[in-house]
């Protein structure tokens, strides 16, 4: 088994106020972080995760317990000592003036290097892996803010690991990065975890890629509950459920997403199969309706006919001529006229 890099011993997080009063937000946090996992911090607003990560990294002090980073309790250590063995890379946008990727890819040599600043040769070559890691050699001679969204990102991990920490903790990696370079971020994120070792911890809001993607999930429920297992573990035991409910929407164990419920007006039979069959029932449930059997009583029912990417749907109401359409629009369309 892996070793032990971060642990947290009865833990309890939140705000010192005044007068000696205290805001807790969670406690008794009994959380185990290892070598070469990546775990994803989930959560609604407001449930308490950046506090989390600001007291794991010793930024903010523990209201009670203790969070011990390689053995040692973090509050023993100095800022460089604890700069030596975490990296951060924040959401906010840092403006860097006229750096280059490789003098910003250097500053994460700040923590080893002397009051001067100065490389060593070691130091070069620790931001030239760095650079080979994130797949951004090519960009070492540009300046960063010439650069897209996708590669400042792959800049800033590669800062982080360029201060060779034990753990990376990144607070929204994939914020403002489209679907192709959020997946490509956590695939990248996954493979430096087991590659080099460190452990990663990220806050994100992309559940689906989470589930996918990360060794384990540390999940903050509303009211201080933090759930901590395999995503499928936690799918499964119903924490999702429990952490993000809400009315008008639930989480879908078999598919690992959540489900949007609008107000069900009427009701109306599918016939049909596969894919096109599983689109029409979300598209009439976004225009109020549920699908039933066809034994219950609906006031729609309707068929999917056609074949292949050129389906089309036979809709009738009781005692009425069936209408034909051929796209999912025209049928959500349709439909609304008839509940009308």
Known sequence: M?????????????????????RLVAADLNLVLRAGEMVCLLGPNGAGK?????????????????????????????????????????????????LTVYALVALGRHPHTGWTGRLTLHDEAVVRQALEAVDAVGLAGRFVHELSDGERQRVMVARALAQEP???????????????????????????????????????????????????LWLMAPGGNVYAGAPEDLVLGGAFEETFATEGVSFDRYQGHFRIHPPT??????????????????????AGYGV?????????HIAVTGEGRQPCWEVRTNGDMPQRVRTLRDLVTLVRHIQA
């Open 265 to 286: 007006r009427r009701h109306a039979t599918l016939i049909g199969e596969g894919v096109v069959r599983e689109w029409t029932a979300r598209a009439l449930e976004r």
């Open 166 to 216: 034990l753990i990376m903790v990144l607070d929204e990696p994939t914020a403002f990065l489209d679907l192709p370079r959020r997946v490509e971020m956590m695939r990248l994120l996954r493979r430096l975890a087991h590659e080099t070792q460190r452990a990663m911890i990220l806050s994100t809001h992309d559940l689906d890629l989470a589930l996918r993607s990360a060794d384990l």
């Open 50 to 98: 950046s506090t989390l990560l600001r007291t794991l990294v010793g930024m903010q002090p523990p209201l009670r317990g203790r969070v011990w980073l390689d053995g040692v309790d973090i509050a023993t250590l100095s800022a460089r000592q604890i700069a030596r063995r975490i990296s951060v890379v924040l959401t906010e946008r840092v403006e860097v003036g006229q």
């Open 292 to 300: 039933v059997t066809s034994h219950e009583p609906a006031s729609v």
């Open 2 to 22: 892996s070793t032990v890099i971060l642990a947290t011993e009865h833990l309890s997080i939140g705000y010192a106020l005044r007068r000696g009063q205290q």
